[in-house]
Nanobody
Framework: QWQLVESGGGLVQPGGSLRLSCTVSGSTLERWEIGWFRQAPGMGREGAACIAGRDRTIEYADSVNGRFTISRDNNNKTVYLLMTRLRPEDTAVYYC?????????????????WGAGTQVTVSS
């Protein structure tokens, strides 16, 4: 059974940067569409960024576009989310998921179970 595990969260000051990692075990992910989601306290889960498997299509939510960068290293079975110019409103638990399709046309659907996520707190 495959599993995705998130890591790399922490406490950072406004304007700072963090790089999150999403690593798969029990499978390879070179053909997978992967999405990063986040859930702020008291809010629903929202998609932040996604990357396709084959054509490397990338999509970002408007709220993170220009500040976050998603990338993948198939050899290391890892997808990264580099977050820069962080703001207090970026504070959330961040999750990665295998999704149905990376596109800006429809909401992304998680094809597996949600993991524990990794906490990102942006505060001075």
């Amino acid at each position: 059974q495959w599993q995705l595990v998130e890591s790399g969260g922490g406490l950072v000051q406004p304007g700072g940067s963090l790089r999150l990692s999403c690593t798969v075990s029990g499978s390879t992910l070179e053909r997978w569409e992967i999405g990063w989601f986040r859930q702020a306290p008291g809010m629903g889960r929202e998609g932040a960024a996604c990357i396709a498997g084959r054509d490397r299509t990338i999509e970002y939510a408007d709220s993170v576009n220009g500040r976050f960068t998603i990338s993948r290293d198939n050899n290391n079975k890892t997808v990264y989310l580099l977050m820069t110019r962080l703001r207090p409103e970026d504070t959330a638990v961040y999750y990665c998921a295998k999704i149905n399709i990376c596109t800006d046309m429809v909401p992304w659907k998680n094809l597996g179970s949600w993991g524990a996520g990794t906490q990102v707190t942006v505060s001075s």
